[in-house]
């Protein structure tokens, strides 16, 4: 019942943007904090942004200033924007999500940096 679907994902040149979209589904969707995670092959999973019910955010150092999570209640959908994109952000993006009872993954998007 409970699916988070990402979208938006491609291939862009350094220095380029991309914005990222994960329509969610099956749980009051206002009621929770959204995240963003990214994993590159060999390495571990990394929490990307947080957004929370209330929209304080939280961003991973390396993107700072780069990427912008928002989200749009209305169209049960979470954002990540990228901005000046470097190669090492090449990775696949995935929506999360932590329910009191479940935790939720999207299928991910793949994002290449390359020129």
């Known amino acids: 019942q409970v699916q988070l679907v990402e979208s938006g994902g491609g291939l862009v040149q350094p220095g380029g943007s991309l914005r990222l979209s994960c329509a969610a589904s099956?749980?009051?969707?206002?009621?929770?904090?959204m995240n963003w995670y990214r994993q590159a092959p060999g390495k571990e999973r990394e929490l990307v942004a947080t957004i929370t019910n209330d929209g304080s955010t939280n961003y991973l150092d390396s993107v700072k200033g780069r990427f912008t999570i928002s989200r749009n209640n209305a169209k049960n959908t979470v954002y990540l924007q990228m901005n000046s994109l470097k190669p090492e952000d090449t990775a696949v993006y995935y929506c999360?999500?932590?329910?009191?009872?479940?935790?939720?993954w999207g299928q991910g998007t793949q994002v290449t940096i390359s020129s």
């Open positions: 099956g749980f009051t969707f206002s009621s929770y904090a």
């Open positions: 999360n999500v932590h329910l009191w009872y479940q935790q939720a």
